[in-house]
């Protein structure tokens, strides 16, 4: 396999406004928000280098297509602080509930967490300390 199953993902929302600010908040990045095809979606930056891992994706707010919940598919998100117990810290500050605090998942592979969004979506963060 020349390179990992997962190239992108979609978080539905029910509010755009309101999930850019959550996520932007929770994770101290810059969500850029466009009209595409129809449907509102909020880009999570992404590496431009052809060549770096992991998979970038959006929040999508389109009521025909795109129900949030908390049931379903897991996605989790890297910790831009490489300690999930920060992103966590700002769960609430921010509108969401915390629902998994830090555990370690493997020596090897790291720590989780997990929270609902002020979407309503289940969303886990990853880290290796």
Same mark, same amino acid.
């Given at each position: 396999m020349k390179s990992n199953m997962l190239c992108w993902f979609e978080i539905p929302v029910k509010d755009m406004n309101r999930a850019v600010k959550f996520y932007q908040e929770v994770f101290n990045i810059k969500?850029?928000?466009?009209? +595409?095809?129809?449907?509102?979606?909020?880009? +999570?930056? +992404?590496?431009?280098?052809?060549?770096?891992? #992991?998979?970038?994706?959006?929040?999508?707010?389109?009521?025909?297509?795109?129900?949030? #919940?908390?049931? #379903?598919?897991?996605?989790?998100?890297?910790?831009?602080?490489?300690?999930?117990?920060?992103?966590?810290?700002r769960v609430e500050a921010a509108g969401g509930k915390p629902i998994v605090e830090k555990m370690q998942i493997t020596e090897e592979i790291g720590y989780m967490a997990a929270f609902i969004d002020t979407e309503g979506n289940r969303i886990a963060i990853h880290s290796k300390n």
């Amino acid at each position: 396999m020349k390179s990992n199953m997962l190239c992108w993902f979609e978080i539905p929302v029910k509010d755009m406004n309101r999930a850019v600010k959550f996520y932007q908040e929770v994770f101290n990045i810059k969500i850029d928000v466009q009209e +595409f095809c129809g449907t509102q979606m909020g880009w +999570f930056p +992404f590496a431009k280098d052809k060549d770096a891992a #992991g998979a970038s994706g959006s929040l999508i707010y389109n009521p025909k297509h795109y129900n949030a #919940g908390t049931n #379903g598919v897991l996605i989790y998100l890297s910790s831009q602080e490489n300690d999930v117990n920060v992103e966590l810290g700002r769960v609430e500050a921010a509108g969401g509930k915390p629902i998994v605090e830090k555990m370690q998942i493997t020596e090897e592979i790291g720590y989780m967490a997990a929270f609902i969004d002020t979407e309503g979506n289940r969303i886990a963060i990853h880290s290796k300390n």
